[in-house]
């Protein structure tokens, strides 16, 4: 199994170790090429407008459409879960609208730009320690998907089929918890 890692801008060797710890083959993507012979794909945080204008740059937004209308499975972290939106408040437009989630972005507030929390994680965790820089939030869920954790009241984790979405950084911790249960479905819809 060979998970990519969008590398574009982020923490990529970062999500590349947490994904190894979780028994996965993972190697970073700079090309759509690249693409061809993975069975699932995380996109990193950093900023959403940057990576989106490199996505439309080296051809990623129809390589990256495809790749999640093939049922692969996509993980966005942060800036990752902005792009997989189907809906930006404030906002017309969006970039990859693979996921029906609706975000917004920088949502708690700049005296909290960056913060460490203990939060729930439905099928993950009891106590999975998530990061937030200059985090989103996710303020609907579609019929389809699943909130898997919430922070204050706002949803922070959630899930629709193959399409996995965390507003904070897993891959900045030493828990490889919730890139494992993405390796766990990768698996279960590589089949
Ligand atoms: N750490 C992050 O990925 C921040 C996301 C960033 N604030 C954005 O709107 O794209």
């Known amino acids: 199994m060979k998970i990519g890692v969008l590398s574009l801008q982020g923490a990529v060797a970062e999500h590349i170790r947490m994904l190894e710890a979780a028994g996965a083959t993972a190697v970073a993507v700079k090309k759509v090429d690249e693409l061809e012979d993975l069975d699932g794909l995380v996109i990193p945080g950093g900023e959403s407008t940057t990576i989106s204008k490199l996505m ?15 049922r692969k499975p996509i993980f966005g972290t942060c800036a990752g879960a902005i792009l997989l939106a189907k809906r930006i408040n404030g906002q017309d437009d969006c970039h990859l609208g693979l996921m029906d989630i609706k975000v917004e972005r920088n949502a708690f507030g700049r005296q909290k730009e960056s913060f460490e929390v203990e939060l729930p ?3 993950v965790a009891a106590d999975y ?13 579609g019929e389809a998907g699943q ?3 919430k922070y204050e009241e706002k949803i922070v984790a959630a ?17 490889a918890r919730l890139h494992q249960y993405f390796v766990d479905m990768v698996k279960e819809y590589r089949g």
Do not use: S
């Open 129 to 141: 320690p998530a990061v937030f820089i200059r985090a989103p939030y996710i303020m609907e869920v």
């Open 147 to 149: 909130v898997l954790a």
């Open 121 to 123: 994680v439905a099928g």
């Open 159 to 175: 899930r629709q089929g193959h399409y996995l979405a965390a507003a904070f950084h897993p891959e900045l911790t030493e828990d």
């Open 56 to 70: 439309h740059k080296y051809g990623f937004i129809e390589a990256l459409r495809e790749f999640g209308q093939a």
